[in-house]
């Protein structure tokens, strides 16, 4: 099946309000210009780096949402934050606050408001980046207060072997519990994206379902 057949199928099966970020890590830029052409215009990737050369590549296409969706090290972030080239409007992997300050230092020197999303190693997973459920509230509480940020929720990979959609709950539960207002989870990937929308996601992550195989 083509690129537009998946991406046909996958739209589908989600509910209305519901973001799809369409996974374009390793793919070629001939690859995301194929799913744009569909009427895609979320877009993730996970290094910085790769981004930056096809967010380069790909600056003729108006409209593109770019989504930062890889572990995040404080020194990457000017590589995602750059004056005079694009920037992501996303970042779904702050868990550390060095992180979010260097984000919303970045921001606001460029008049920019980035949208963060905090990564929550729900399943404690010692290979896993993301903080401890119990250390989100706080973590939350002072991101939220940061210039040129915008926190909009919690995002979740769950471990690859078992049933995700506990994993799904405990981080819905955890976003209902915040004393303030988070409209987002970022739940869900190829495998197993209908659990985590049964669990209240509102933004998948889907790549190999759209792309096919990575090489």
Not at 133 to 160: D, H, K, N, Q, S
């Amino acid at each position: 099946m083509s690129i537009a057949e998946n991406l046909a199928r996958v739209r589908r099966a989600i509910p209305p309000g519901v973001t799809l970020v369409a996974v374009s890590k390793t793919q070629p830029a001939e690859a995301i210009r194929e799913a744009y052409a569909a009427g895609q215009r979320h877009f993730g990737e996970n290094y910085a780096q790769e981004w930056r050369e096809k967010a380069a590549a790909l600056a003729d296409l108006e409209g593109v949402v770019w989504h930062f969706i890889g572990a995040l090290q404080t020194n990457k972030v000017k590589l995602l934050l750059r004056a005079g080239q694009p920037t992501v409007t996303w970042v779904h992997t702050v868990d550390r606050l060095p992180v979010a300050e260097e984000l919303s230092r970045r921001s606001a020197q460029l008049g920019v408001t980035t949208r963060v999303l905090l990564e929550v190693n729900v399943a404690g997973e010692g290979s896993k980046s993301g903080c401890a459920p119990a250390e989100a509230p706080g973590l939350a509480a002072v991101v939220a207060r940061l210039p040129a940020l915008e926190l909009r929720g919690l995002m979740c990979i769950p471990p690859a072997l078992g049933d995700p959609r506990p994993h799904f709950a405990a981080l819905r539960s955890l976003r209902d519990g915040m004393p303030f207002d988070l409209p987002d989870l970022s739940m869900g990937m190829s495998s197993d994206y209908e659990s985590a929308l049964a669990e209240g996601s509102t933004m998948v992550r889907i790549g190999t379902a759209i792309f096919g195989e990575r090489a």
